[in-house]
């Protein structure tokens, strides 16, 4: 008997680099995505092409063009394999922080109601698969700004970047999952996901359920759709390739991140759903060693280009609820599975995409 991974979101980056692991491990795949990207960010960054790749590729997949938020659609296909759906992935999203301000609705309801609605499917119909959810670390709102009473840790500013230390000791600070979501500004975005966040949580602690969060920072890789509003490491590498103007919003330009692969991530699935856990909150990225800040990435991808590329300006206006800095901590998660680890760091991220 066959046995399936449900995808949402399954032509993005996070849901191919899914569909393309579970399906090279003997799953089935049963892909949900109805290019919503294209309706959040034109034509140019359309999920479609990569409907098309997967398709083409892969033996076992079947796709539904199918919105998370049409409960009844889900309905018929959940019903249809039942317990046979033996892990959910569930990568659909509005991503984009700017965007969710220009349709807070449309935001909400994707990203918070139709996270219930898969949730509730999955416990009406196959209750012992793993539930794996992405999330974001703006979930943690602008708490990792170092901005409220009672902080940790201080942010200074560095030549080319900003970096955080231990108010007490100077040592180097990450971000661990102990840190409050509560009392910061989240952006609307980062609201909405809040929402989902904690649901998945939820269904795991009160009904049994092996659900997960995963609150990641940027991922990236080569199947990214990169666009002005989301998905920034694609983008740039485009507008330097394309000779496009480029700008950069607020923090001079220094505001850092640890860039993960989509293959990095999808790999740290494949370990929970080896042995899952019920209502499990895990900060997933790069971590330190793939920490870098967007004038650093600019002068690494005019090197790996061979590009003289200067186009682009750094604008005072930063976006509302926007990290100065994050990098990831993981020990959480690399004490649980001890033999993942990080297999791609800045410099091949930047090769592959290339």
């Keep these: 008997m066959k046995k399936y991974v449900l995808v949402t979101g399954s032509c993005g980056l996070i849901g191919t680099e899914s569909c393309l692991y579970f399906h090279e491990r003997g799953y089935s795949i049963l892909g949900i995505d109805n290019d919503m990207r294209s309706y959040f960010?034109?034509?140019?960054?359309s999920t479609i092409p990569n409907r098309e790749f997967l398709i083409k590729?892969?033996?076992?997949?079947e796709h539904y063009e199918v919105d998370?938020?049409?409960?009844?659609?889900?309905?018929?296909?959940?019903?249809k394999y039942g317990s046979?759906?033996?892990?959910?992935?569930h990568t659909a999203a509005q991503p984009s922080h700017d965007w969710a301000s220009i349709e807070p609705t449309t935001d909400f309801t994707i990203n918070a109601n139709g996270t219930l609605n898969l949730l509730e499917e999955t416990r009406n119909n196959c209750k012992e698969a793993s539930f794996i959810f992405t999330s974001t670390n703006k979930v943690y709102g602008d708490r990792p700004n170092g901005i409220y009473e009672g902080s940790e840790f201080v942010i200074d500013e560095l030549d080319s970047r900003y970096e955080a230390y231990y108010k007490n000791s100077g040592e180097l600070y990450s971000v661990s999952e102990d840190m409050s979501i509560d009392m910061s500004k989240h952006s609307l975005f980062g609201?909405?996901?809040?929402?989902?966040?904690?649901m998945v949580q939820e269904y795991g602690k009160y009904f049994g359920m092996n659900t997960v969060s995963f609150r990641g920072g940027c991922l990236t890789g080569s199947h990214h759709k990169g666009a002005k509003l989301h998905g920034f490491m694609s983008y740039l590498m485009k507008c330097i390739k394309s000779d496009i103007p480029y700008t950069v919003f607020g923090y001079k330009g220094k505001q850092v991140r640890d860039n993960i692969d989509s293959w990095d991530l999808v790999n740290a699935f494949w370990y929970f759903h080896q042995e899952p856990s019920g209502g499990e909150v895990y900060n997933i990225g790069g971590g330190r060693e793939n920490s870098i800040s967007v004038l650093e990435v600019i002068e690494l991808m005019k090197r790996q280009l061979n590009s003289n590329w200067n186009k682009y300006e750094i604008s005072d206006k930063n976006r509302i609820g926007d990290h100065i800095w994050y990098i990831t901590d993981l020990k959480k998660f690399k004490s649980r599975y001890p033999n993942w680890k990080i297999t791609k760091n800045i410099n091949q991220i930047i090769k592959e995409m290339v």
């Design 84 to 89: 046979r759906i033996e892990c959910v992935i």
């Design 41 to 45: 960010f034109g034509s140019e960054s």
């Design 68 to 79: 998370i938020r049409d409960r009844d659609s889900l309905k018929k296909i959940f019903k």
């Design 191 to 198: 609201s909405s996901k809040l929402a989902a966040d904690v």
């Design 57 to 61: 590729k892969l033996k076992n997949y």
